[in-house]
Every structure is written in structure tokens, then in C-alpha cells.
């Protein structure tokens, strides 16, 4: 089952522009992570954010993290066309099965040149 | 640097078949993971190997479905009998012993069940 869902599901911006996709998610956790996914590919990792911490910053990706509403969120910044791809947030979890990751449904997002 | 990497990328097979794929995680980690991928859905996890022991199975993953990690090292991920609804994106990674951590995925082999 998902544990999160992604809002928007899918985003169309204008390269340059900046790009912000949300993440919920239900349970508690020990940390949250942002991946991507070019079509058809593997999953690359982008950032981590442990429940300890509230924002992160890693080159143009600001995420940030609100344990209290259980959302996270992910900026980035004067966004590339090869940006273009899916974005899924995962989180793993508090307690004995901290080990797997449980992925939401992902936004597509698609910046126009 | 050599990542995670899985074989075949691709498989087209008929119903009914056998399929084995292949999963060859970076050599220094003792975490490996399957993940199953559907259209427009997220990875989902199927199960989980530290070093040889398999520690954890989906209800996902049903007896038609077995995996292995002999010695530690490369992993198999066979399907028996394979049904249209097995066609998915199969995702291996693998990590460190952090648990909870950045795991490292390969390419995926994508399973088309015709």
C-alpha cells in the first residue's frame, strides 16, 4: 500500500520557473526522502530529511518537513528542462521496519524549454 | 563506481512462463531490497535481504513469487507461472547497514506478460 500521496500529480512549468511538489503521508517516521524518475528508469536519489529536522537544502532542492501535519515538501528552484521527470517522496519508517522504503504515487513534473 | 545493476532490462514472456531476473548490488552493501512498479504508480516494496537472509515478505508477493541472495552478494527474483498482472517494472536496490536510509536502485527490469 502507499503510504504517501503526492499533490500536484502532475506539473507543467516554464524552465527557469521554480517547482514545488507536497507529500503526505500517515504514520510516523524516521526520516523522509525525495526521489526521481526519468521515464522508463531507475530511481535516483535527491534528498534525505530525518523527523528530527525541519528544512534541508541540497544545490537548487529546498526541502522542507512538518512532522506535526505529516507533509513534507519539495522546491526546486530556476528549474531545467532536464528536470523533466517523476518525483516521489518515501518515507521510511519509526520502529522495527525502518529499513524499507514506502513510496507515494509521484508527481510528473514537465518543464517546458 | 560501480552502482546497482540488473539483468535482463527487458523481458517480454507468455503467460504461464518462468521468469528469473537478476539484481547485483554495490559490493559493500549488505541491504538489498526488490521493489514492483506499475504505470503511474510508486515502487512498492516486495522483500528484503541483509546479507543471505530474506527478513521480510509483502503480501504482495505471493507463492508464485521467490527470491534469493546466496552468499550475500547478487540476488534472483524468479516468477512461476506468470500471469498479465505480474507485467511491472521490477526495481532492485541496495544500501548500507543504516537502516531507514538513502538506498540505491538500479535501471529495473521491465517484465511485459503478453
Known amino acids: 500500500s502507499q503510504q504517501g500521496e503526492e499533490d500536484p500529480q502532475a506539473l507543467s512549468i516554464q524552465e527557469g520557473e521554480n517547482a514545488t511538489m507536497n507529500c503526505s503521508y500517515k504514520t510516523s517516521i524516521n526520516n523522509l526522502q525525495w526521489y526521481r524518475q526519468n521515464s522508463g528508469r531507475g530511481l535516483v536519489h535527491l534528498i534525505l530529511?530525518?523527523?528530527?529536522?525541519r528544512e534541508k537544502h541540497s544545490g537548487r532542492l529546498r526541502v522542507t518537513l512538518d512532522t506535526s501535519k505529516k507533509s513534507s515538501s519539495l522546491l526546486i528552484t530556476a528549474s531545467r528542462a532536464a528536470d523533466t521527470a517523476s518525483y516521489f517522496c518515501?518515507?521510511?519508517?519509526?520502529?522495527?521496519?525502518?529499513?524499507?522504503?514506502?513510496f507515494g504515487k509521484g508527481t510528473l513534473l514537465t518543464v517546458n524549454p | 563506481d560501480t552502482g546497482v545493476s540488473q539483468d535482463p532490462r527487458h523481458k517480454i514472456t507468455k503467460r504461464g512462463q518462468n521468469v528469473t531476473f537478476r539484481c547485483d548490488p554495490i559490493s559493500e552493501h549488505n541491504r538489498l531490497y526488490w521493489y514492483r512498479q506499475t504505470l503511474g504508480q510508486g515502487p512498492e516494496f516486495l522483500t528484503y535481504f541483509q546479507n543471505e537472509a530474506q527478513l521480510e515478505k509483502s503480501r504482495l508477493l505471493s507463492d508464485r513469487f521467490s527470491a534469493e541472495r546466496p552468499k550475500g552478494s547478487f540476488s534472483t527474483l524468479e516468477i512461476q507461472r506468470t500471469e498479465q498482472g505480474d507485467s511491472a517494472m521490477y526495481l532492485c536496490?541496495?544500501?548500507?547497514?543504516?537502516?531507514?536510509?538513502?538506498?540505491?536502485f538500479g535501471p529495473g527490469t521491465r517484465l511485459t506478460v503478453t
Open positions: 518515501a518515507t521510511g519508517l519509526s520502529g522495527g521496519s525502518n529499513y524499507k522504503l514506502t
Open positions: 536496490a541496495s544500501s548500507p547497514g543504516l537502516a531507514g536510509g538513502r538506498q540505491y
Open positions: 530529511i530525518r523527523s528530527n529536522e
